[in-house]
């Protein structure tokens, strides 16, 4: 049968386009994996490693050909390859922040691959004439793999990111991961506490990844495994699809890996409202000479509140395994666990406070949690993850990752609104619920060139499932509290009492499941050494088997939903590798349901989109010492579903109404000179719908600050008696927030803040000693909703380095 007929006789439609999508990948696949060699027999390549003196591998490190725009960037084990070099006598440049830069001459035969091997020599005083003219501008780290999903460097790169290295996390004594976050551009805190949501361009935006997949968990998320934290900026369904990301972007946790000599660091953290921490990371070789290397991480985290009720207590242990089988294969293992009880979810909802416009108006004691430590939820999670590196050929690698994660969330929570401006309804709730989530990813990388054009592509396929069970039950309006005054019924609120209200109705109970097939493709092509064009493309089938309701054994809610999203993007290095203006075209979507409507019929909807026009320029000026980003974004959502406000039909749903986000980004990263490191950013979003309700249209909602400002300035003494002493200052600026905008009911919302913290720290080569005041001037302010966010809290860190 051939492959017509064999598609005309599939009875299943989906079965059928999944046929065509995989023989046109495998197609696709073998057209590229032949063109290239068409060019390789006239040229050569270089490749090799680059370690620390301790024979440590290091990653990202800069391998570049001078005088062109061709180069790479090792991975994770050290190693780096250029390929399709024409023959003749080259210089290698060696750059890395915190080293020396190098050089090394090479001779490239047609049809030879040379290696060049790089050992590298820390900046440091002994070196001092040596590096006086280089930069050291540490929290500049860009240069990353998992952006575009293939090596790529920042000024090639037509997509806007921010990278947040441990260096940074280090430097700011930072325990929290909300508090990482408060150093990107743009961002900020959604929900107050370990809720681990952002508000990115506008948009509602969760920490879902982990090293490229999934990693979808409900407890808090530890910082002490990362390495660093990379936020993509506008829609990204291309490349990570729709499940996993919003319409600003997406956040990426990219964990520590092994490497190859013993080493460490123990740390113990002590700070006000209860902070008790320690923390180690511990780095062993098993069997240096077969490449067996393992990394384990732990932390123990108990802190309190300075409400009174709240708590947070998490153990976190993550083991990491490689194992560099050869030159061509690696194989890397590893696992991040925790078991976490918590009572974090103290917030205020205005649900109808009006007669108020801020929180500061309202008159609340805001050291009331309106809750109690009995009532808490335990949120034990196992995520693994796999992953297995084999170079196929000079031009072409494949990388196949495998993400599961199994986590749970049990017990009690509340949601507590205020109403009015003398009254809080407290909501309490129980849940049980299990989550299973599992990616698979295969990934195939070529560097390659077509006549004179050079194409960096990756082709992927991705499949995504998850499954949830659950089983709830929420008593609205279980008591209503004073604001003001004391009241008998705050404390009224305990196990005991709601235990006995929830076992007089039934639970609700459900389970869902849904899976995702995706392919996609994406090419970076090289018109000129300066000039290059991003075209990429995925297909999307969406599975979703439905909502059973377990006590009446029914589902409903069942769909599937096929969607394309495409990218477009364009850079021209004015100064090659300094100067860059990029422009860029980005689509994201988001899977809608069939909805039935009062009149009984049902209501098919496709996916809403998002597409996204950028424009700006990138800078890498004065030997990497000052690294910039500044760009302008315009992002429309269209075909997004809403109540239908024509009269006598408000509650049909109709897909006509939109959602406009616009703004400016400008960061700055900047070592202008030795020992002195800045990190700056400001950001401006106008976000509001189109369409939808003529009460709230063009109104800006809970969409976080129209303006925000995020700086950190640090010193570290270097060539002084002082050396190894450090000072730090810093903090973030959020402007205006509404909470809600109404045309009929007027506007709540969170007042603008300047928020400062500030760190002296004494960092010597066997141990370092911190000390952190956040919220320097003991500010009062209020997260997104009305919460107010932590004030005043000293804290002193030691640690030992193995």
């Known amino acids: 049968m051939n492959f017509i007929s064999q598609f005309r006789f599939t009875s299943n439609p989906i079965i059928a386009s999944r046929h065509v999508l995989y023989r046109c990948v495998l197609a696709f696949l073998f057209l590229l994996f032949c063109l290239p060699s068409f060019a390789q027999a006239q040229t050569g390549s270089v490749k090799g490693t680059a370690t620390t003196a301790g024979a440590k591998p290091e990653a990202l490190v800069s391998i570049t050909i001078k005088g062109s725009t061709k180069g790479a960037h090792t991975n994770d084990n050290g190693s780096y390859e250029i390929s399709n070099i024409k023959p003749g006598t080259y210089t290698l440049l060696v750059k890395h922040v915190g080293f020396v830069a190098q050089s090394k001459t090479v001779v490239i035969k047609a049809g030879e691959s040379v290696t060049a091997d790089f050992t590298l020599n820390e900046d440091n005083q002994a070196l001092q ?17 998992y952006v575009a999903k293939m090596p790529l460097k920042n000024l090639e790169n037509p997509q806007v990111y921010n990278v947040v290295p441990k260096e940074l996390l ?23 506490n370990g809720s681990n949501s952002f508000n990115l361009r506008g948009f509602f935006t969760t920490s879902y ?41 997406l956040l990426n946790r990219v964990t520590k890996k092994p490497f190859e000599t013993f080493g460490g660091e123990i740390a113990y953290t002590v700070g006000g409202f209860g902070l008790s921490r320690v923390t180690a990371d511990i780095n062993t070789p098993l069997n240096q000479t077969k490449g067996l290397f393992l990394r384990t991480n732990v932390a123990y985290d108990d802190e309190g509140s300075f409400q009174d009720a709240g708590f947070t207590r998490r153990f976190f242990v993550a083991p990491s395994l490689l194992y560099k089988v050869n030159d061509r294969l690696s194989v890397s293992l590893d696992a991040e666990i925790y078991t976490q009880k918590a009572n974090d979810f103290n917030r205020l909802f205005p649900e109808a406070s009006f007669t108020k ?48 994660t199994n986590s749970s969330v049990e017990g009690y929570w509340s949601y507590n609104s205020i109403q009015g401006d003398s009254v809080v309804v407290r909501n309490p709730a129980y849940e049980h619920t299990t989550y299973n989530y599992t990616e698979v990813q295969q990934n195939f990388n070529g560097d390659f060139k077509i006549g004179q054009l050079r ?107 096929t969607a394309f999203s495409p990218k ?29 409507q009062p009149d009984g019929n049902f209501s098919s909807f496709k996916p809403s989109q998002a597409n996204q026009w950028e424009g700006g320029v990138k800078l890498d000026l004065f030997d990497g010492k000052l690294n910039s980003t500044l760009s302008y974004y315009h992002i429309k959502v269209s075909d997004v579903i809403h109540n239908d406000f024509t009269p006598g039909r408000s509650a049909y749903q109709v897909q006509d109404g939109g959602q406009l986000s616009k703004g400016f ?138």
């Not at 004439?129 to 793999?145: H, L």
């Not at 004691?365 to 196929?392: A, H, M, R």
């Not at 076992?503 to 459900?510: A, G, T």
């Not at 303006?707 to 200052?729: P, R």
Request: no cysteine.
């Open 129 to 145: 004439e040596v590096v006086i003219t280089s930069g050291y501008n540490k929290f500049a780290k860009k240069e990353t793999g």
């Open 568 to 596: 477009l993007g364009l850079v021209y290095q004015i100064v090659p590798n300094h100067v860059s203006l990029f422009g860029n075209y980005m689509n994201g979507f988001s899977n809608n349901a069939p909805t039935r």
């Open 665 to 802: 980004e400008a960061e700055l990263i900047a070592n202008p000179f030795r020992g002195f490191n800045l990190i700056a950013g400001y950001a401006y979003n106008n976000i509001y719908t189109i369409n939808t309700n003529p009460d709230v249209d063009g109104l800006h909602q809970w969409t976080g600050p129209a303006q925000t400002v995020n700086l950190w300035l640090s010193y570290h003494f270097l060539n002084t008696d002082l050396k190894g002493l450090g000072l730090g200052l810093g903090g973030n600026y959020g402007g205006k927030a509404y909470i809600q905008q109404s045309r009929s009911r007027g506007e709540f919302y969170m007042p603008s803040y300047t928020v400062l913290n500030a760190v002296l720290s004494y960092d010597k080569p066997v141990y370092r000693v911190s000390l952190k005041m956040d919220n320097l001037t003991n500010k009062v302010y209020w997260g997104s909703y009305v919460s107010q966010m932590m004030p005043r809290r000293f804290s002193a860190t030691v640690a030992f380095k193995l």
């Open 209 to 249: 990844l982990r090293n490229g997949l999934q990693d979808n968990k409900p407890n808090s998320i530890e910082v002490a495994n990362i390495e660093r934290i990379e936020v993509l900026k506008g829609p990204s369904a291309t490349l990570f699809g729709s499940s996993l990301t919003s319409f600003g972007g």
């Open 455 to 561: 194409n960096r592509v990756v082709i992927g396929l991705d499949y995504f499932a998850g499954t949830s069970t659950s089983s709830s039950l929420t008593l609205y309006g279980f008591d209503r509290v004073r604001i003001q005054g004391k009241d008998p019924r705050y404390n009224e609120l305990t196990k005991t009492s709601l235990d006995a209200a929830l076992s007089k109705q039934p639970y609700n109970k459900s389970a869902t499941s849904q899976s995702t097939y995706s392919a996609y493709v994406s090419d970076v092509l090289n018109l000129t050494d300066n000039l290059l064009v991003m075209a990429s493309l995925r297909i999307d089938h969406f599975v979703n088997n439905g909502n059973k309701n377990i006590n009446q054994d029914t589902t409903t809610g069942k769909f599937n939903q």
């Open 170 to 192: 280090q430097d700011q004594v930072i325990v929290s991961y909300n508090d990482v976050l408060k150093n990107v551009t743009g961002v900020s805190q959604a929900l107050v």
């Open 357 to 404: 416009t801020n929180p500061r108006d309202l008159g609340i004691d805001w050291t009331k949690s309106y809750s109690s430590n009995d009532l808490y939820e335990t949120t034990p999670s196992v995520s693994v993850y796999g992953q297995v590196n084999y170079k196929l050929s000079d031009s072409w690698t494949s990388q196949s990752s495998f993400s599961h």
